[in-house]
């Protein structure tokens, strides 16, 4: 059972306060009585319906992209550039991203129409794992990896520690996997740059437990239930 405000802001109809106030005004019936603020309903099976139209719940929708380099996570760009949106293109649901990937960053990006997830996937407390592939200039060395793991300090504070490792070294380069619970702005980058290693290119791989599989650059895929009840269980546990 939901709150009726939180069902019609879900729905679409009006924001949550908005709904409240049309609650209110006597507007809103559930299975045929009219509704007050306090009432719960269960969407599977009540009939809510807003001068007198019936309110059908929006389906919710899950997405995972393999954002390219050289797209901007919004939904809209001032500077005309392309979106992650604009990859998608129509499917009948306002999805927007969970987080942000930087335009040069590639990877995996979440999508969703559900707020509230997205809110606690973002949101510090559940500390959701993000692990990146980047490759720096240069060869930090295991005295350089102990300070990420321990923790640096950026012009918005200390880090979390991270999980690091090399994975290849080439000539005047090194690819490293890395792993954060935090997403400030442009972190990895940022942690990168103040070891002394520009970062040539960063990809995310895997965003709590879900990984890219087989889709390339571009390409997205919903999220089967399975994959939607776990990433509900992990802004539970520690809630
Ligand atoms: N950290 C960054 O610096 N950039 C990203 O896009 C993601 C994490």
Redesign the pocket.
Known sequence: MVRLQKFLAAAGVASRRKAEELIRQGKVTVNGERAVLGTRVDPEKDIVRLDGKVVTPEKKVYLILNKPRGVVTTCRDPQGRRTVLDLIGSIGAAVHPVGR??YD?EGLLLLTNDGDLTNKLIHPRYQIEKT?HVLVEGRPTEQDLETLRRGLLLEDGWTAPARVSILKEMRGKTWLEMSIHEGRN?????MWARLGYPVLK?R?TRFAFLTLGRLRPGEYRHLSREEVRKLRALTREKG
Not at 186 to 190: G, P
């Open positions: 990937l930087d960053t990146y442009r972190q990895v980058r940022r960063l995310r």
